[in-house]
């Protein structure tokens, strides 16, 4: 790997991480139904991408088997339950609970898939759950306990989509995203009746749609064959970290006291176990 491309593969992550942490932020701005935000989101994200992987590529992807299509509807539920989560809860919560995904991925591949534990796993996955009961304990008279409830939910989903990518065969990841946000699209049309098309609603999520998810996409992909297994763990997390920055600098939300211990709890594990697994390897 040379230095120069490595250089511009690491600034690609970077990149994409600071689009992605635009979200929680530019999701308060919209003032419609959350699945109104999210389906437009995805629609205009899928024609950003889609046009990147003809240009790319010099075809249109795939038709979608049972693997891909199953990964794109995990994808898309994904995506519909934090921004919901988003509107419900704190942006800090919504980011951080569905960062447990690692320890729900790992949990039902023992249930389910006969997948075995290290005492690595094991730890992570008492310690993130140990954690992730700190934002429920914060949250009870806040009202959003919903809304934390549906950020947990997208990190199982998120969880999913990352144990059915494993049985995927010669596709790219990029087409799963696309065909996801495609379906996410048509499944919100009902809710698109009735939306206010003031000028804040329309810039926020033409910003959601080509920066926060679009090009943060590209860029991710573009970058993240050239990074090592320890960076692409590791530059993501600013993600996590920027997302309640942006949104306290621009509404005023702050996350509260045992959201933010608990945040702190959730990644240190998830980056301590990831660390130690590539060491490992």
Known sequence: MKTNGRTFAIVCVVIASLLWSSGGLLIKMVSWHPIAISGMRSGISSLVMLAFY???YKKLPQKPNKYVLIAAVNYMVLVMLFVSANKLTTSANAILLQFTAPAWAMLIGALFFKAHFSKNDVLTVVVVFLGMTLFFIGDIKSGSLVGNALAVMSGISMALMIISLKYIKGRKPIEIIIWGNMLSFIVAIPFYSGIALTSVNITGVILLGVFQLGLSYIFFTKGIENVSVLEGILIPVLEPLLNPFW?????????????????????????YHSIVEVKAE
């Open 247 to 271: 949104v306290f600098l621009g509404t005023g939300e702050k996350p509260s006291v045992f959201a933010f211990i608990g945040g702190a709890i959730v990644l240190t594990a998830v980056i």
């Open 54 to 56: 003809v240009a790319v």
